[in-house]
């Protein structure tokens, strides 16, 4: 069992930044560690991830503004946010891929003001 623990989020001006954390309990090997969103009726979407060697996936629309990373323990994800747009809102959740099994963090609403 992989317990996630969400930080970050909340209410930003369009053009600024935030930063999300993520903590996976324990000291185990994850391999993949990533960020979902769901907007308002629509269906989650990937946002970013990152495997244990370090490389990393982008959806197109966050390319070149989101930065994903994880620490050197490799439990902790973190999701850089810049140039935040109003289509960015959403409630942002922590995924991992460990023995097998995806584990989900309970969400955080990101609120992108214009």
């Known amino acids: 069992q992989v317990r996630l623990v969400e930080s970050g989020g909340g209410l930003v001006q369009a053009g600024g930044s935030t930063r999300l954390s993520c903590a996976a309990s324990g000291s185990i090997f994850i391999d993949i560690m990533g960020w979902y969103r769901q907007a308002p009726e629509k269906q989650r979407e990937l946002v970013a991830q990152?495997?244990?060697?370090?490389?990393?996936n982008y959806a197109d629309s966050v390319k070149g503004r989101f930065t994903i990373s994880r620490d050197n323990a490799k439990t902790t994800a973190y999701l850089q946010m810049n140039s935040l747009r109003p289509d960015d809102t959403a409630v942002y959740y922590c995924?991992?891929?460990?023995?097998?099994?995806?584990?989900w963090g309970q969400g955080t609403q990101v609120t992108v003001s214009s």
């Open positions: 995924a991992v891929l460990y023995s097998g099994r995806n584990y």
């Open positions: 990152i495997r244990s060697g370090g490389p990393t």
